[in-house]
């Protein structure tokens, strides 16, 4: 049978076989709206690029920093922890440990149940949490634990939220992992004092502060006249997440990760949520037009006005003098979300360079016309793909920067490909205007170092 192939570049004879399930899931964009084949279950054997459900649930819930986190499960399970990434703590360190029930075959056969009960005791005694986490994996999904019951049982005994994450696998895309860990946050919400908030507060979500960007952002807020009451879940706090409902708007940076949790408090709370992006100056100045204008407040405006050109002013020269080196270098985007993906382009598109590859792990129809609006024609859009794919587009597009997370990394240095880490692994902050001079400077270095002239040529090298 012959193996099914599509053209990714009209221009040429070249082209690219895709497996039969994957060719919805890829569009080279032509001006024309795209009808991505997405929000589906990972393709078996194709290798995804996406992580285990799990994986997904303790990306959102891990930030908060003095909670308890328990993955209840086989010990390899544990090597998902926060303890080498880029999220920062202005107090407790509770979050870079990893305290697993490790489960062997015994516990298979017999249950587990009495080991996480014993396990959590001590921990909690040990550490004198806010709350406690416990992230059910596969192997507790097949042997068949109740959880609930267990976490009911250390909550009478030990008096603090002891919170089931259901995070077993079976569930098919890394969104299931998302929302398991907003459902367990929704029991904190609400049970918190809403004494004393200010009427223009607002929580962000979806920024998991790495390298202190959180900070960065809660302080343009504040030279706004704008009170944060919770950052959810960077630098984190059980007693800020209790009472956050007090909050009269909530600012989502990470769509993918945080929507269940909006749509649940405005469902609850009738607390209104817009979306933003701290990245870029553009997109970081309408995240603070924008809740200037939802509290409708002119002088608040006026701040945000005066913030932005003072900070502009500060970087722009900087900007400018990157943009002649960088002008024309061709960049491949890979993100999690595709609401990064956006800012990406932009602020690449600000210095010069032409994104010829974007794609994402979970974005949605909508995010996808998007991208394809925003990008030029030709670009190819890969939805939830794979390290082969990948490979073959960055070699057929010629690119000179590859910016992605850890496990893009080795596929574009193998590749002899400049690249930019963008996720939880990077210790440099991105958000903000400085940020986005962090983000030039990165670039610049990454994509003019000398050492590309001693690695074959992007077009001969294979993965």
Excluded at 414 to 420: D, H, T
Excluded at 440 to 458: D, G, I, L, Q, T
Aim: some cysteine.
């Amino acid at each position: 049978m012959e193996t099914p192939v599509m053209k990714t570049r009209p221009d040429t004879d070249s082209r690219i076989a895709l497996l039969e399930g994957r060719r919805g899931q890829v569009r080279e964009t032509d001006g024309s709206p795209v009808d991505m084949a997405c929000g589906k279950a990972s393709l078996a054997g194709a290798v995804s690029q996406r992580a285990c459900v799990f994986c997904g649930s303790r990306v959102v819930l891990y930030p908060i920093v003095d909670a308890l986190h328990i993955v209840h499960g086989p010990i390899g399970c544990a090597a998902y922890t926060w303890d080498i990434r880029g999220s920062l703590s202005s107090g407790p360190e509770l979050h870079r440990l990893s305290f697993s029930t490790d489960l062997r075959e015994k516990d298979v056969i017999y249950g587990g149940e009495k080991k996480l009960h014993a396990a959590l005791c001590e921990l909690i005694d040990d550490h004198a949490p806010k709350a406690a986490f416990v992230y059910s994996t596969c192997i507790v999904g097949l042997i068949g634990d109740d959880v609930e019951a267990v976490c009911r049982s250390v909550t009478k005994l030990k008096g603090i939220p002891v919170l089931p994450v259901h995070s077993e696998g079976f569930k098919g895309t890394k969104k299931d992992g998302y929302a398991a860990a907003c459902a367990a946050m929704m029991k904190l919400v609400g049970t918190g004092d809403t004494a004393g908030i200010s009427k223009h507060s607002i929580n962000i979500l979806g920024d998991f502060n790495l390298a202190g960007e959180i900070w960065i952002i809660r302080e343009y807020y504040r030279r706004m006249g704008v009170d944060v009451v919770a950052t959810v879940t960077g630098d984190g706090r059980v007693d800020d997440i209790k009472r956050c409902h007090g909050a009269a708007l909530n600012v989502v940076q990470c769509s993918g990760s945080m929507i269940h949790l909006a749509r649940s408090m405005k469902e609850k709370y009738g607390t209104p949520f817009l979306r933003v992006s701290y990245f870029g100056i553009e997109d970081m100045s309408r995240a603070l037009y924008d809740v200037a204008d939802h509290f409708e407040s002119a002088e608040m405006r006026a701040a945000a006005g005066e913030l932005i050109r003072e900070e502009v002013s500060e970087i722009l020269p900087q900007l400018t003098a990157m943009r002649g080196d960088l002008n024309g270098k061709r960049v491949a985007v890979y993100t999690g979300g595709a609401f990064k993906a956006f800012s990406l382009v932009r602020c690449l598109r600000m210095l010069g360079m032409k994104t010829v590859v974007a794609g994402s792990q979970t974005g949605n129809k909508d995010d996808y016309n998007e991208l394809a609006e925003l990008c030029d024609p030709g670009t190819v859009l890969l939805d939830d793909t794979n390290p082969l794919e990948l490979a073959k587009y960055i070699q057929e597009k010629d690119v000179d920067l590859f910016i992605g997370g850890v496990k893009e990394r080795p596929i574009a240095y193998k590749l002899g490909v400049a690249f930019c880490d963008h996720n939880h692994e990077r210790k440099i902050a991105l958000a903000g205007f400085v940020g986005l001079l962090n983000f030039a400077k990165e670039v610049h270095a990454s994509v003019m170092s000398p050492v590309w002239n001693f690695v074959p040529r992007k077009r001969e090298a294979r993965i």
